[in-house]
């Protein structure tokens, strides 16, 4: 009865190898959100869609591509995988009022690129 | 532009201490605000919320209320626990967009 999961919790890959992160959120929520934490806790925004439409996507390398199949599912591809994308990632969700309820997280997903 | 400014860490303090965690934000219009938590090994967690003007926000013994003169969310406890050991994050929405502040850890000493 998890609210937002992601799979998997944690992915330790070789640099250079393509890698997915999937996100599912069960509340019904009509916008969805991946954010990058680095080893100092800062958080930054880095996709959001709405309706399985793009609504934000602040400035991150081309490697990373969301896919949105429906407004319950944000998955993160990366592709080419370097050291500094080392991080955890999650996803979030929020209901249609612009987030003023606040946003639903995931567990996170920790990469680890070596 | 829209902004969240939240004391720098680390804190730490004993067990039963006083709690404050400053938070001031920059907005345009009426943003809702927000303090999230986050345990070792965790996601975030909302601890607590306020979504306009003079609102207090409360959970778990914490307590924050909506300052618009001062712009200011200031999270307290009266009383941490050794559980309490986390990091906050201060944060604002408006728009149909989200801001977190930095973070500040906290360290809960026996």
């Known amino acids: 009865d998890t609210a937002v999961s992601q799979t998997p919790k944690y992915l330790v890959t070789q640099m250079g190898n393509d890698k997915s992160i999937k996100c599912e959120q069960n509340?019904?929520?009509?916008?969805m959100y991946w954010y990058k934490q680095d080893s100092k806790k800062f958080l930054k925004i880095m996709f959001s869609?709405?309706?399985?439409?793009?609504?934000i996507n602040e400035t991150v390398p081309n490697r990373f591509s969301p896919k949105s199949p429906d407004k319950a599912h944000l998955n993160l591809h990366i592709n080419s995988l370097e050291l500094g994308d080392s991080a955890v990632y999650f996803c979030?969700?929020?209901?249609?009022?612009?987030?003023?309820?606040?946003?639903?997280f995931g567990s996170g997903t920790r990469l680890t690129v070596v | 532009g829209n902004s969240v400014t939240q004391m720098e860490g680390p804190v730490t303090l004993s067990e039963e201490a006083f709690l404050t965690i400053n938070c001031t934000y920059t907005?345009?219009?009426?943003?809702?605000l927000f303090w999230y938590v986050q345990y070792p090994g965790e996601g975030l967690q909302l601890l607590l919320k306020?979504?306009?003007?003079?609102d207090k926000g409360s959970n778990k013994g914490f307590e924050a209320t909506y300052r618009k003169e001062t712009t200011s969310f200031h999270l307290e406890k009266g009383s941490v626990q050794v559980s309490d050991s986390a990091v906050y994050f201060c944060?604002?929405?408006?728009?149909?967009?989200?801001?977190f502040g930095t973070g500040t850890s906290l360290t809960v000493i026996p």
């Open positions: 306020a979504t306009k003007a003079d």
């Open positions: 907005a345009t219009g009426y943003p809702s």
């Open positions: 944060a604002l929405a408006t728009g149909n967009q989200f801001y």
């Open positions: 509340l019904g929520h009509d916008t």
């Open positions: 979030a969700s929020s209901s249609g009022d612009r987030g003023r309820g606040g946003y639903t």
């Open positions: 869609y709405n309706n399985k439409e793009l609504i």
